[in-house]
Structures are given as C-alpha cells and as structure tokens.
C-alpha cells in the first residue's frame, strides 16, 4: 500500500513540471492554489493525509478500549498546529503516559473479567456432559477415538491435524484443508502441551481449553481472552 502511494505520489511530482492547476485561483479552505506546485503540493498532502487516516483508524479499532477517530485526529491536529504546547490536555507527558497505561489497564482487567465470567460458565456446565473429563488445573476432554500407540513427553516433536473454535462456535484456526501440522510438544500453549500428552498415538479428542491455558499471557494476541476449543488428533510421535 505504502508503495502504491509512493509511486502515485512520485507520478504527480514528475506530471507536476507540466501540467496546469484547473482554477490557478481556486480556494480550498483556508489555502489558494495559484501555481502548480501549490496543486501539487495539495495533493500529495491529500494522498499522505489519506494514508495516514486508514493507518490511524487501525490503530484507533485495535486499542485495548474502543477508540474515538474524531477525538484521535482533534489531538492530532492540535500538536500540528500547536508545536508550542508540551501539555496533553493538561498533562506531562509522563503524566499522560501514566494516564493511558491505567486506562488500559483498567480495560484489559474488565475484559478479562466479562470473558472468564462467560468461560467458567461454560466449563461449569460442559464438565457435566457425559464422557466429558476435568483435569485438576481446569483442562476438560471427551475421547472421540482412543488411539493404541504411546504418550508423547514434552520433549517430543509430532505431527496432528486439530480444528480450533471458540465459544460461539467460531472457527479461528484448522488444519482440515491443509497438511498436518508439526510442532514441539513444550512449544505450543500450556493447555495443548497438556493435552497432546494425554493422548496415545492415533487418538481424537475434542478438548476445552481455559483461558488462563491458552494465550492469557500473551499481551496483546487476538486470543489472549479467549477460552479455545480444539477437535486434535494426533497422527505420530517424529523422529
């Protein structure tokens, strides 16, 4: 994209030598444009205002906390037009550093909360289903098919086919259309750790993962709030 831009960019420079703006007395906003290097200088504003504008929104939708875009570029044009001013509405910027670390912070801890109210009821009522099995540290399994060849250990390498869901029954990741997948056993989260060495060789099972087994330390992963549930079949032990 960036790229794109670039060259579009670079194009309008080079065009900029020859062409005529279509009004040279044209107003827009506050600024005229007389000359071509006005127009041009314009329009590569536009084509980087643009740029910036979808980076910003990302940025905006992935916080922690569902962002304000109007007030994101109101800051942002305040420090454009206001160089001078070193306060953050009012704040230094450890202050304000400080100020938005707790914010976060708060909203992670409220988000965790609403998730594991939500996971633990679940888990609650599953361990109930028949066939279904807890383990002392939460891990829950129900045997599909039992398969006949050995344990993996934690140190072993091998290769399984699995279909990942969530809650809602939403499909976040599978192997169904791919080749199996190959992993370290000590490589993967604690609850597929755990898992895989529960089953002989051969084996399906269909596991519910807690959220503090799977990605609740890793700040900032998509799923580090989210209780998984995984449909794993393990195919061989690797040499």
Partial sequence: ?????????????????????CDS????????????????SYMIGQFQGNNFRQQAQQQVENLPV???FDAFLAGFL??????????????SVQEAGEYVNAVFMKAQENEFAEAK??????LAENGKKSGVITTENGLQYKVIKEGTGPKPTA??????????????????????????FETEVGGVIEGFKQALQLMPVGSKYTFWIPIELAYFNATGHPMNNKMLIFELELLEILK
């Avoid at 994209?1 to 194009?11: D, E, F, G, P, T």
């Avoid at 107003?27 to 290097?37: A, E, F, N």
């Avoid at 072993?156 to 086919?161: E, R, S, T």
């Fill in 117 to 122: 109210a939500e996971a633990d009821k679940f």
């Fill in 25 to 40: 007395k044209k107003t827009l906003g506050s600024v005229k444009l007389k000359t071509d290097i006005d127009s041009v």
């Fill in 78 to 91: 305040h420090a454009v037009h206001h160089a001078e001013d070193t306060l953050y509405i009012g704040k």
């Fill in 155 to 180: 140190t072993d390498k091998v290769k399984v086919h699995y279909h990942g869901t969530l809650i809602n029954g939403e499909e976040f990741d599978s192997t169904k259309d791919r080749e199996p």
């Fill in 66 to 68: 569902k962002g304000n």
């Fill in 1 to 21: 994209m960036k790229r794109l831009i670039y060259l579009a960019v670079s194009a309008i420079v080079m065009l900029g030598v020859t062409f005529t703006s």
